[in-house]
Nanobody, 115 residues
Framework: QVQLVESGGGLVQPGGSLRLACAAS????????MGWYRQAPGKQREFIGG???????NYAASMKGRFTISKDNAKNMGYLQMDSLEPEDTAVYYC?????????WGQGTQVTVSS
């Protein structure tokens, strides 16, 4: 059973950047789509964007411009590059396999944007 584990979160100042990582326990991204989500305190989990097995990335309309999704099939890694971070980006960030193999939700990684 493949699991995805998020990492790279932390405290960052407004305007800063952060790159989150999504590690698969085995070969995964070459054959499966992956998505990034986030959940802010008191809010529902929301979709940020995803990347297909072929490497095409797409984003929720509200997320376009500051977030970039990428992957490295050889390393079994996915990434979320976040730039120009704002306090409103504070949330727990999750990655998830979207198919054909759909993974369970992991623990996520906390991102806090604050001065």
């Amino acid at each position: 059973q493949v699991q995805l584990v998020e990492s790279g979160g932390g405290l960052v100042q407004p305007g800063g950047s952060l790159r989150l990582a999504c590690a698969a326990s085995g070969p995964f991204f070459n054959a499966n789509a992956m998505g990034w989500y986030r959940q802010a305190p008191g809010k529902q989990r929301e979709f940020i964007g995803g990347i297909t097995s072929g490497g095409n990335a797409n984003y929720a309309a509200s997320m376009k411009g500051r977030f970039t999704i990428s992957k490295d099939n050889a390393k079994n890694m996915g990434y979320l590059q976040m730039d120009s971070l704002e306090p409103e980006d504070t949330a727990v960030y999750y990655c998830r396999g979207l198919g054909p193999y759909v993974t369970s939700w992991g623990q996520g990684t906390q991102v806090t944007v604050s001065s």
